[in-house]
Structures are given as C-alpha cells and as structure tokens.
C-alpha cells in the first residue's frame, strides 16, 4: 500500500512570511497527526484530527499555526507569520484509529528552514 | 501532563557489542510503542507491548514491558552498522478512543565499524 505522502520536502523562508504543508495519509486512516521534530528532539504533536474533527490540538501555538482537514482525507498544516524557532521538521502521520493500540506510519516530513 | 523520558540521549558502541536504551514513564502506560528513525529519515514503528511485564523479541531486538508498566528496554543483540538511527519509546494519554501519543527524548545510537 502507498505510505503518508508530504509535500514540499525541503522549504526555506524569511520570517515573517507564511507556509503551507499538505499532508495525504494512508487510505482509510481515520487519524492523522502533525507533528514537529526539532533537531535532536522527539517529535512533538501539533493536533490530531479523527476524521475531520479536532482531537487534540492543545500543543498547537494557535497564534500562528493552523491547520484544516477537509472531507476527512487530506490535510494542510500552515504557519503565517514564521518564527526562527519554527525551523524544524514537520511529520505527518496516519493511523486507523485513535485507540493507542494501532501503529502510526509517518511521512517523509517537510523540513523548515526560516532565516 | 505525561512525560516519557530516555537514557541514555546518545551511545556510541563498536559493531557486534550490544546496546540498552532504557524508557520512563511518569505515568503507568496502557501500552507502549518503539519507533526506529533512521539519519535524516522518519519514525518508523518497530513494536508495541501491551502486557505487564511483556517481553517480545524481534531477531537481534528485545523488547520488554516492566511491571508496573511505567517502563521499558529494548536491548539489541550483537550490534551491525545497519542498527544506527534512534530510538523513540512512545506511550499513550488521554481519554480512551482519543489518545495521543507522548514520544520519548529518544537515544542516539551510532555504531564503530
């Protein structure tokens, strides 16, 4: 089966300006997770989407960061305005359900720069 | 809330050696999962354990789930280049059905030729 698709791979802003990462899981996952990944660092869930709902967005710096998931399938993760401490990977992953017994597959991630 | 702590955060071992990463809980797990990241690649899921005091092995890697299950190893036996990457332990919080997952600090493994 086809795993987490990301895109762009690599992105490299100015602060202050805004970007967009889009994020397509594993067909019939009905979760999907965005996280961040600072060099050296475990990642670090952003928010969780079941289906098309929040579940968890409570790490998300609201203020900045955005994130939808339309018709429960895809998703995009945006940051507008950027922050030199932004600079990170974002992963998104997928999973059947919720439930804390069923594996999360990842994507390759985007990695940010912002200078 | 949950904190999943690591140690040790890096181990450098010749190749054929063995290696221990050890993984903390703060608070008792209903399960726990291991993820093997790769230089530059992403988390990959290696196993998860579900049972007080579980232990499963995987080929050279054994895993294993302490009794209070607030904590957990995974040892790999005779270590080879292709073992290098880190190691994430990640344990579940939250309301049943909406559980997130907390990752560990992760430990760093790099292996002498």
Redesign the interface.
């Known amino acids: 089966e086809a795993g987490v698709a990301q895109s762009p791979r690599y992105k490299i802003i100015e602060k202050r300006q805004s970007v967009a990462f889009w994020c397509n899981p594993i067909s019939g996952h009905a979760t999907l997770?965005w996280y961040q990944q600072i060099l050296g660092?475990?990642?670090?869930?952003l928010i969780?989407f079941?289906n098309n709902g929040v579940?968890?967005d409570s790490q998300l710096p609201k203020d900045r960061f955005s994130a939808e998931r339309l018709k429960g399938v895809d998703s995009t993760l945006k940051i507008q305005p950027a922050k030199l401490e932004d600079s990170a990977v974002y992963?998104c992953?997928s999973s059947l359900?919720?439930?804390?017994?069923y594996?999360?597959?990842?994507?390759?991630?985007t990695r940010l720069t912002v200078t | 809330g949950q904190q999943v702590m690591q140690i040790p955060q890096y181990q450098h071992v010749q190749e054929g050696e063995d290696f221990t990463t050890y993984c903390n809980s703060s608070t008792t797990l209903s399960n726990i999962q291991w993820y093997k990241q790769r230089p530059g690649g992403h988390p990959v899921f290696l196993i998860q354990l579900v049972k007080s005091g579980e232990v499963k092995k995987q080929k050279r890697l054994t895993f294993q789930f302490g009794e209070a299950k607030k904590n957990s190893s995974l040892h790999i036996t005779a270590t080879q280049t292709t073992d290098v990457g880190t190691y994430f332990c990640a344990g579940p919080e939250g309301n049943f059905g909406n559980e997130k997952l907390t990752f560990g600090t992760g430990t760093r493994l790099t292996i002498i030729p």
């Open positions: 997770y660092q475990g990642p670090k869930l969780q079941q579940v968890d992963l992953a359900v919720a439930r804390g017994h594996e999360q597959y990842f994507g390759p991630g």
